[in-house]
Nanobody, 123 residues
Framework: QVQLVESGGGLVQAGGSLRLSCVAS????????MGWFRQAPGNEREFVAHISWYGGSTYYTDSVKGRFTISRDNAKNTVYLQMNSLKPDDTAVYYC????????????????WGQGTQVTVSL
């Protein structure tokens, strides 16, 4: 069992930055691929990024490449999402999630989810 708690969301102007954190409980955090997803009002939850259990492999959706960076610290049971050059289109609730899959951008592959943190980007 893994419990995930996100933090770091907030209101930021376009072009600004935020760093999201997701702290996991449980001793098996380092064995999971971790992902970030987001959901804007009226939209389906969409994949943002994922990182392998050892941190050596990352993958991003095209719309955030070059602006967002996913990383993890297994000693702290924490995964991060550094978001730079934010745009109003990035406004959403951001969720972290854990999967036993080697890598996946599929919502259904993720077994554990956090409660989400709101990110709002203003003009």
């Amino acid at each position: 069992q893994v419990q995930l708690v996100e933090s770091g969301g907030g209101l930021v102007q376009a072009g600004g930055s935020l760093r999201l954190s997701c702290v996991a409980s449980g001793r098996t955090f380092s064995s999971y691929t971790m992902g970030w997803f987001r959901q804007a009002p009226g939209n389906e939850r969409e994949f943002v990024a994922h990182i392998s259990w050892y941190g050596g492999s990352t993958y991003y959706t095209d719309s955030v490449k070059g602006r967002f960076t996913i990383s993890r610290d297994n000693a702290k049971n924490t995964v991060y999402l550094q978001m730079n050059s934010l745009k109003p289109d990035d406004t959403a609730v951001y969720y972290c999630a854990a999967t036993s899959s080697i890598s996946s951008n599929n919502y259904g592959a993720y077994k554990y989810w956090g409660q989400g943190t709101q990110v709002t980007v203003s003009l």
